[in-house]
């Protein structure tokens, strides 16, 4: 049996008593245990359980414990490799909970599900996407509704600097690839048009497929990598730092004060820079009719006036409404999805590049089917 007593700091008692009992199997504590009789009883209980493979300390008769106690018991026992069982009661559990020892959990090797689970799972994402997605879009027809009826309540002021971002921002990569999109469609078509001497023919080559096809698609897939991205990560970090809640508790609607800026941006920039495109591509077949195919200038420009038409480019222009349209909405809607931090958003952001890709050439079918069917094509 042992006794200790220590002077008591701050409490009622002028002393802090505690002491220790052989029993079965190990030891029984009586009296308080503070803090500052740690040490002491530690090594009380060290000396007395030194050749014991396995101790019970039984704390259930104990008037008061300090945390700090059961955690320097814990702690010697580890050290020791002694495997310890503390009983307590009810009184004192939650104590000795808190300062368990947490247990790595033994790893799990996990078997291999079929086919069709991986399938049905995602079978339901997906509809859980599809569903966000309408419910995205019912969302943005009554914002859009509200917004038509009091324009005056829409954030015009951000209409301009998103047009500077999206549109003149991009302009040189859309300059640079367009210009060299119509040099290789001219350059690879050169040799076949020389063989049958209509070299001059170069020139409705490249304005047809840059007016009706090429120049809207690839402006749009490079405004969807470039400003869908970025328009989805802006969103998306606005919802991940709650900012989208801000801005209903001052009363705005988000959907009006930041989807409906950014999808006229992406209406209005797209159309503009399909015209840069195709322009720049037709430049890009002057070069090679100039250099590789003893086609002027003049003839060159002449031969695109006597076969171009207006619904050529009207028809690649309406297009490309659709796809800024498209875009925009894609971008928004991946935002406002956002969750779980700087992944998710990376997530989304990649998400929104594949979405519009695909969206782009399905829409990019769809029209030229629809053209074909009412003979416009």
């Keep these: 049996m042992q006794c200790a007593t220590h002077p008591g700091v701050g409490t009622q008692d002028s002393t802090a008593r505690w002491r220790l009992e052989p029993s079965e199997g190990g030891v029984r504590i009586t009296g308080r245990l503070r803090t500052k009789d740690g040490a002491a009883f530690v090594a009380a209980v060290r000396s007395a359980t030194r050749d014991a493979g396995e101790v019970v300390v039984d704390l259930g008769a104990l008037e008061e414990i300090d945390g700090g106690v059961i955690a320097l018991l814990r702690a ?6 002694v495997h310890a069982r503390l009983l307590c009661g009810d009184r004192f559990r939650p104590l000795l909970e808190l300062y368990r ?4 959990a033994r790893s799990q090797v996990r078997c291999p599900e079929p086919v069709l689970c991986h ?12 569903r966000d997605a309408l419910g995205f879009v019912g969302e943005m027809t009554v914002a859009g509704r509200r917004f038509l009826r009091r324009p005056r309540l829409g954030n015009w002021g951000e209409i301009p600097p998103l047009i500077e971002r999206a549109g003149a921002d991009a302009l040189p990569i859309v300059v640079v690839l367009n210009f060299l999109l119509g040099f290789v469609m001219a350059y690879m078509s050169a040799h076949e048009l020389a063989s049958f001497g209509a070299n001059v023919y170069v020139a409705d080559l490249v304005a047809i497929a840059m007016t009706r096809q090429l120049g809207p ?5 490079l405004v969807s990598g470039r400003s869908g991205a970025s328009f989805a990560t802006e969103l998306g970090s606005m919802r991940i730092a709650h900012e989208l809640d801000a801005l209903r508790t001052l009363g705005l609607e988000p959907y009006n004060w930041l989807v409906t800026p950014r999808v006229l941006s992406l209406v209005l920039v797209v159309p503009l820079l399909t015209i840069v495109a195709d322009v720049v591509g037709m430049l890009g077949g002057l070069l090679v009719a100039v250099t590789s195919l003893d086609v002027t200038a003049r003839q060159y420009i002449a031969e695109i006036r006597a076969t171009l038409g207006f619904w050529d480019v009207t028809s690649g222009l309406i297009m490309s409404v659709a796809f800024g349209l498209v875009i925009g909405l894609i971008a928004c809607r991946e935002g406002f999805a956002a969750s779980g931090g700087p992944q998710g958003v990376g997530r989304r952001t990649t998400a929104t590049v594949v979405s519009s890709l695909f969206m782009i050439v399905l829409l990019d079918a769809a029209f030229t089917i629809l053209f074909r069917v009412f003979g416009v094509s």
């Design 217 to 221: 698609l690839m402006t749009a897939i």
């Design 76 to 81: 010697d026992f580890k050290a020791r490799r």
């Design 101 to 104: 020892d947490p247990r790595p």
């Design 119 to 130: 399938v049905g799972r995602a079978v339901v994402e997906d509809t859980g996407e599809l």
